[in-house]
């Protein structure tokens, strides 16, 4: 299992979350803010099965959009962490 520190424009969140839920991923959305530009954006934390792995990147490839901001700093559409998980437990 991965968990993937999905870091994503504000924008982009609501159809990023509906199309996660729609094909039964599961997350947990966090309020952060860059440390660059001072500016609010959102994390996500996305538990996933290996073999889904690529499934779930490709789907937050599609909903999630570049833009630049002020003069001409372009956001990337998400910037993703995989980390191993060593256990997980639904308790
Ligand atoms: P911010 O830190 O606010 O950065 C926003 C955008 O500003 C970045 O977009 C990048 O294009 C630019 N930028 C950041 N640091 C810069 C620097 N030292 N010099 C010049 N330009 C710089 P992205 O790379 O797409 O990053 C979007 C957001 O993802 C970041 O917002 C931050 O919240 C997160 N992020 C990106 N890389 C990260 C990393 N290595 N570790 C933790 N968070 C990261």
Known sequence: MKLL???VQ???VPALIEALM???FRATKLASTGGFLRAGNTTLLI???DQRLDELLNLIKQTCKGTKQGDAVSVGGAT???VDVERFERI
């Open 47 to 49: 538990g996933v099965e």
């Open 22 to 24: 729609e094909n039964d």
């Open 10 to 12: 504000d924008q982009d």
């Open 80 to 82: 993703v962490f995989s």
């Open 5 to 7: 520190v999905t870091i």
